[in-house]
């Protein structure tokens, strides 16, 4: 189980808020572009917002330009034009919003993942900072361990599953967690098995949990 793109309804309706920047006049159309391509999307017009969107430029406001690039990333995806969702995720760089590219470097991943080219998609999963947005650098390591898993590389696989912490992501926890302790348990280590199995918890993730809780008790 991978864990999928994070092309959640808060990240696609969330505003970029005011801004203290030295040019106003620059930043102010930044920010009436970027919400005029909101407002047409919003009324189903999305060829309008496109253009208002792609209109933003880095130049004018760096926070707001990543906020279009990635709406229009999030668009084209929907779209199935993957290619060029990459385009504009690929645009946004740390410096502009950390947590932006750290959610567009998990979907540029994750978009790899989709045409079968492992290699490509860890080295995007590899490039998400553990100071992220909403987990994406927790799940980033789960699918990362999860990958060599599935080439039968248990003990690769681990290090990743153990980067991830309960406190980044409670769910990308569990999965982890449950994924260690069937990595233990296929190599009859059963004591460190059930260890990791334990940390799986109902309310961090429930089919996590009932998978764990039927392990141990086995």
Known sequence: MFW???NCKDIRTRKVKSMNTKDNDQSAS???????????????NVQKACEHWKSVGRQ???????????????????????GEAREHWGNICLEDDLRLYAIAQFNIGDSFVKEGKIEQARAYWQNVPQEDYDGAYAWAQ????????KEGKSLEARPYWLNVRRQDNGAAYAW???????????????????????????????????KAQGYLGK
Do not use: M
Not at 142 to 149: A, C, D, I, M, V
């Open 4 to 6: 999928n793109s994070f």
């Open 142 to 149: 789960y699918n990362l361990g999860t990958s060599f898993e």
């Open 30 to 44: 930044a920010q009436e572009e970027y919400n005029l391509g909101n407002t047409c999307y919003a009324a189903g």
């Open 176 to 210: 982890s967690q449950l994924k260690l302790g069937n990595s233990f348990s296929a190599e009859d280590k059963k004591e460190q098995a059930r260890e990791h199995w334990q940390n799986v918890y109902q309310e961090d993730d429930p089919e996590a949990y009932i």
């Open 60 to 82: 004018d406001h760096a926070g707001v330009y990543a906020w279009a690039q990635y709406k229009l990333g999030d668009l084209f995806d929907l779209e199935g034009d993957i």
